[in-house]
């Protein structure tokens, strides 16, 4: 993410949405951000790191308890799996159910922008989540059950609603979002 200004156009239209929880799918780079919409925007914010991210974003994420690297949380009820940069090294079988995995990269066979890594593959087939929603893609695409909101650099966001436990995701392109709201 790396910029105070797109935060801050996050932070406003989660609330317009009435969003509870932000997940940061990786390459955050600024820990500043992090505390900031936690602080300021009033939604939980979770994360998994990115190829960009150092210590220091993961230090951020795990002191407002935000970091789901390689460990599931529910939200709403929702069991979501963060899976990032740094990979994980337990077994996965460990977990028994996961309704969204979250991923700073496209797996090579779950993708939906362009193959990246085949270790999120053997995630996704280990957990069989109803949505895989990853990062590292730079326009939104959605294919089969996997998500990208793209990059918000390149102006767009994801949102996922849940409606009876199932998670339904869209995107949102900042720039006609401030055109038709202002």
């Not at 990786?26 to 602080?39: F, K």
């Not at 270790?119 to 957990?127: L, Q, S, T």
């Not at 069989?128 to 326009?139: A, E, H």
Request: proline share 4%.
């Amino acid at each position: 993410m790396g910029s105070k200004h797109l935060s801050r156009l996050l932070c406003f239209i989660a609330k317009y949405h009435g969003v509870s929880s932000i997940i940061l799918l990786g390459d955050t780079v600024s820990p500043e951000i992090i505390q900031w919409l936690s602080s300021k925007c009033k939604v939980n914010i979770y994360g998994v790191l990115g190829r960009l991210d150092n210590a220091s974003i993961a230090n951020t994420l795990r002191n407002i308890n935000g970091l789901i690297e390689c460990k599931a949380t529910s939200i709403k009820n929702v069991v979501i799996y963060g899976y990032g940069f740094s990979g994980c090294s337990h077994k996965l079988s460990s977990i028994s159910k996961v309704d969204v995995l979250v991923t700073s990269i496209p797996g090579l066979k779950y993708t939906c922008c362009g193959p990246r890594s085949d270790i999120v593959d053997d995630v996704v087939e280990a957990f069989k989540p109803r949505l895989v929603i990853t990062g590292d893609c730079m326009k939104p695409c959605f294919k089969d059950n996997v998500f990208s909101p793209g990059s918000i650099r390149k102006g767009f966001i994801g949102l996922v609603e849940v409606k009876d436990l199932f998670p339904t995701p869209r995107w949102v392109n900042i720039y006609d979002f401030i055109i038709n709201v202002g």
